[in-house]
């Protein structure tokens, strides 16, 4: 995309100008100055600051022209970084609303559209997101942004071939960072770490300097993949870099916790958990907090970072998709409530499939004593070939069940199969 | 209707305030619309007038890059494919690619700064990040023809840092400037200032063009401070044409080329077998030749498709051209009487040639890349306004650094030249945008463009406009 449109043209400006305004348009020519290159994307600089300002600008003009669809884009974009680096969803509802505020005038413009997708992936809303997103892609199909928003609702929902049908076709339009970065994650998903990290490393490389916020998620990104396969070092540096490149990102923080937690320092990892929970609090990491506390003995900590963990979650099911997965998990794993853990598993997975779904759908019915249930859900959390640590220590356990559940059965030894307290603890 | 808005908002942003929440687990990749690393900004083709048995050819990337973008100083993607291509028998088929590739080397891996110390050298010990490339030259089709590299391990120019870092830049680090084996080629690579001037507050604040309905003003190169990357290479001429001679003189139908740049990016999959990453192909991302044609003539809903276009499919871009959209804006804001459509002239200048002057052969493919009669010796006198201003070897007989391309097209688009006698009269064989030219001098030698502003400036225009000015057709937009 040659985005040095800004410049010099004489022209660009003109183009949508003449159309838009000049010419068919009822409304006089010069009221209209800022928003007429609709379709090249401002300028995102993501410096914490610069996201401020971006929104703070974008706001100015809004408040200019309500209809201004491309500072409401800029806006959201703008925002949807900051709901990120800063744990704070409002910024996404606030981004919803100020997109429809300019889709209720203008229905048909693209750059709010198309953001409003990336909106509602964000808050979970996968269906709707792929709704709006295939109206965006309608308009322009050559947009390998749609393809994204896409992809990303169908993977969470749990629709692998369609979202990796949509990421490949976005990497045939426009191989870039944002679809490196999608096409790291299939292969991650399809359990090819190596590949993973190769194309992570290629997003990060694609990745401009104007743009930290996207750099330190690429890096964090890598040493998520490096932590995977055991190099500790190597995790280390990456989470450095991203906090060296975005100083404060979330990410960055929480990979260095579990790198920290991985060499046995307990206590520092606790330390930044403690912290990130004070700057950018989040669900999964009070969990991984309570984990930890719960490993030292801290029962009273743990239980504090787990009703946290809980309360965020129920406080989110307020304003966003009610997605329950992540607390089945905390609670199977747990083994607490487990009839709630049931229910709460069963009813994620009527909304969707995804590995992780399933996986905290097994590990519920295994809790649960439901055996046959467990293995079919464990299946469907190993089918895209994952290597995640937690879904197949869960399988192992739930496989190693039914192994001696059947031996049971054969030899009529009346013992029982292993103890369902502790099978299946991966630590984080 | 602004203080509802006003209201909305204020409503928003309490509410976001009043509720912050949990975060998600956010697993998806940032979607981002910008590639600067693989986005052309300018083509330059033009006959050395340091060796004018020479061609120079370079091609810009990494639009408005800001001085001071530390810590992470802009770089070449080494995944990116660089390419500039040369058209010698007006078939729109490169004849000939020079292909830039790139590698990146940490010297000390132990820390994310760009430089550990003061850098008074290019192989200083202190300059902690390293480019180098490779230049390799294709002769037939750009995927599948003959490959030879002439030049390997080549030191990119590293990023200005800053007066600090790099109290030297040019003097110290040398001007990165490889002499090659081959035929005597040189290649440079590494970060320039922009050389595209324009301003470019102003012209999009509805084309305040200074010089209509009488205002003045002082204008502002809105590039000014800001760098790019530039990959340049400096070839025999006789390397160039079709016949591998040098062309006789100007009439010569070998004297002619056409030239454009693109780059690529590897294609990958979701279903790449194996630890394999990419499948070896590559995607076009990005493409330009004539300056402004992408900006200013090719809609904005198939930019990204033409970029992905090669010269050959340029036809179906013809209606852009014969009609474009610029001229009618012109008449609406300003009273400017443009030609009619259908605009030959501008298929022409922008896609054919001009006959007798850079045309490529009798019968050339319409196709959109600069055109450079390589046998019109370079000007003592340059004009800033080219062929407009006498020069003819001027744009758009290729294009020099010091071209104002921005006023040369502003008057073409409005019918100022001589294909269009009726309208080449002021005020559209008078149009400027005000600049006139280039922030910072240009070199007299190979690279050319000017060194890299240092990371301690901001980047950005150096001057305010003054800004009351305004020349809008006051008595309405329609004439």
Redesign the interface.
């Known amino acids: 995309m040659n985005r040095r449109s800004r410049l010099v043209s004489v022209v660009a400006a003109i183009v949508i100008g003449a159309i838009a305004a000049a010419v068919f348009s009822k409304r006089a020519v010069p009221v209209h100055p800022v928003p007429l290159v609709v379709a090249e994307n401002d300028e995102l600089t993501t410096s914490r600051a610069e996201l401020a300002a971006a929104m703070k600008t974008a706001e100015e003009r809004l408040a200019s022209d309500p209809a201004d669809g491309r500072a409401a884009a800029t806006y959201a974009q703008s925002a949807l970084r900051r709901a990120r680096v800063e744990a704070n969803g409002g910024y996404t509802r606030r981004a919803e609303q100020v997109l429809r505020a300019v889709l209720d005038r203008e229905p048909g413009d693209y750059d709010a559209l198309k953001m409003l997708g990336a909106v509602y992936m964000s808050q979970h809303r996968f269906r709707e997101a792929i709704d709006v997103a295939t109206r965006a892609n309608r308009i322009h199909p050559a947009d390998a942004w749609n393809y994204g928003v896409i992809g990303d609702a169908h993977l969470e929902l749990g629709d692998y071939v369609s979202a990796f049908d949509a990421f490949d076709k976005m990497a045939r339009i426009h191989p870039d960072a944002a679809a490196y970065g999608r096409i790291a994650y299939a292969q991650e998903l399809r359990g090819n770490l190596g590949a993973a990290i190769a194309t992570m490393r290629m997003a990060a490389e694609a990745t401009g300097a104007q743009d930290p916020e996207s750099l330190a998620w690429h890096y964090a990104q890598l040493g998520n993949l490096l932590l995977q396969t055991g190099d500790l070092d190597g995790a280390a540096r990456e989470f450095a870099r991203a906090e060296h490149v975005f100083p404060g990102h979330p990410f960055a923080a929480a990979g260095e916790a579990r790198v920290a937690a991985a060499r046995g320092q307990v206590d520092d990892a606790v330390a930044i958990y403690r912290e990130l929970m004070r700057t950018a609090p989040t669900s999964e990491v009070a969990i991984a907090a309570a984990d930890l506390l719960s490993q030292k003995g801290d029962s009273s900590g743990a239980e504090a970072m787990y009703a946290r963990a809980e309360a965020i979650e129920r406080e989110a099911w307020l304003t966003e998709a009610r997605l329950t997965t992540n607390l089945a998990r905390m609670l199977a794993e747990r083994g607490v409530r487990i009839n709630e853990a049931v229910q709460l598993a069963e009813e994620a997975a009527r909304n969707r499939t995804d590995i992780f779904t399933m996986d905290a759908v097994a590990w519920a019915y295994y809790r649960a004593g439901r055996l046959a249930d467990a293995e079919k859900a464990s299946k469907q959390a190993r089918r895209t070939g994952t290597t995640d640590r937690r879904i197949l220590a869960h399988a192992a356990a739930i496989d190693k069940s039914v192994a001696a559940l059947n031996r049971y059965r054969d030899t009529g030894t009346g013992i029982r199969p292993v103890s369902l307290s502790r099978a299946g603890r991966v630590d984080r | 209707?602004?203080k509802?808005?006003?209201v909305?908002?204020a409503m928003?942003?309490a509410?976001?305030?009043?509720?912050?929440?949990?975060?998600?687990?956010?697993?998806?990749?940032?979607?981002?619309?910008?590639?600067?690393?693989?986005?052309?900004?300018?083509v330059y083709a033009f006959v050395s007038p340091e060796r004018p048995d020479r061609a120079v050819l370079i091609a810009n990337f990494?639009?408005?890059?800001?001085p001071s973008?530390g810590?992470?100083?802009?770089k070449f993607?080494?995944?990116?494919l660089y390419e500039i291509m040369v058209d010698n028998t007006g078939d729109a088929v490169e004849d000939i690619t020079y292909q830039f590739r790139f590698t990146t080397q940490i010297a000390n891996?132990n820390t994310?700064l760009y430089n550990t110390g003061q850098v008074t050298s290019i192989d200083d010990p202190d300059l902690n990040v390293r480019q180098f490339f490779t230049l390799t030259e294709v002769r037939g089709p750009r995927r599948t023809g003959a490959r030879t590299v002439v030049g390997q391990n080549l030191h990119v120019m590293p990023a200005h840092v800053g007066l600090i870092s790099m109290p030297n830049y040019v003097g110290d680090l040398g001007s990165g400037v490889h002499q090659l084996s081959t035929d005597g080629m040189r290649a440079f690579a590494g970060p320039r200032d922009d050389p595209?001037f324009?301003d470019?507050g102003a012209?999009?604040?509805?084309?305040q063009?200074r010089t209509l309905n009488g205002k003045t003003g002082s204008a502002v190169d809105?590039?000014g401070n800001y760098n790019v990357h530039t990959i340049a290479i400096e070839v025999p001429i006789s390397r160039l044409t079709r016949t591998g001679t040098a062309p006789a003189g100007a009439s010569d139908p070998n004297a002619s080329i056409g030239v454009w740049s693109t780059a690529s990016?590897?294609?990958?999959?979701?279903?790449?077998p194996?630890?394999?990453?990419t499948s070896g192909d590559f995607?076009q991302?990005?493409?330009?030749g004539m300056?402004?044609v992408?900006?200013?003539?090719i809609?904005?809903?198939?930019?990204?498709?033409f970029?992905?276009l090669e010269p050959t499919g340029d036809g179906a871009a013809l209606g852009f051209v014969t009609n474009p959209?610029?001229p009618?804006?012109?008449q609406?804001?300003f009273g400017v009487r443009t030609p009619p459509p259908p605009r030959n002239d501008l298929v022409t200048i922008f896609l054919t040639g001009i006959p007798g002057l850079n045309q490529i052969g009798t019968s050339p493919r319409a196709a959109e890349m600069i055109r450079l009669n390589m046998a019109v010796a370079p000007s003592r006198s340059p004009s800033r306004l080219g062929l407009l201003g006498g020069d003819t070897a001027g744009f758009p007989n290729g294009r020099r650094p010091a071209d104002d391309?921005?006023d040369i097209?502003?008057r073409a688009?409005a019918g100022g030249t001589p294909f269009t006698p009726a309208f080449n009269m002021a005020p559209n064989n008078a149009l400027t945008?005000g600049v006139d030219a280039n922030d910072t001098p240009f070199f007299p030698s190979f690279p050319f463009l000017s060194a890299p502003h240092p990371g301690n400036e901001t980047g950005g225009p150096r001057v305010h406009s003054n800004p009351g000015s305004t020349n809008?057709n006051p008595s309405g937009?329609?004439p």
């Open positions: 209707m602004r509802l808005a006003c909305v908002l928003v942003a509410l976001a305030c009043l509720n912050p929440l949990r975060a998600s687990s956010h697993r998806e990749a940032p979607l981002i619309s910008q590639d600067p690393l693989a986005d052309n900004t300018d990494i639009p408005l890059e800001f973008s810590p992470n100083f802009w993607d080494d995944n990116v891996p994310f595209f324009v470019l012209t999009f604040d509805l084309l063009l809105g590039l990016r590897p294609a990958i999959t979701t279903r790449t194996g630890n394999a990453v995607v991302v990005s493409r330009l300056p402004l992408n900006e200013a003539v809609p904005l809903g198939v930019k990204d498709t970029n992905g959209t610029v009618p804006l012109l609406a804001l391309v921005v097209e502003l688009l945008d809008l937009v329609l």
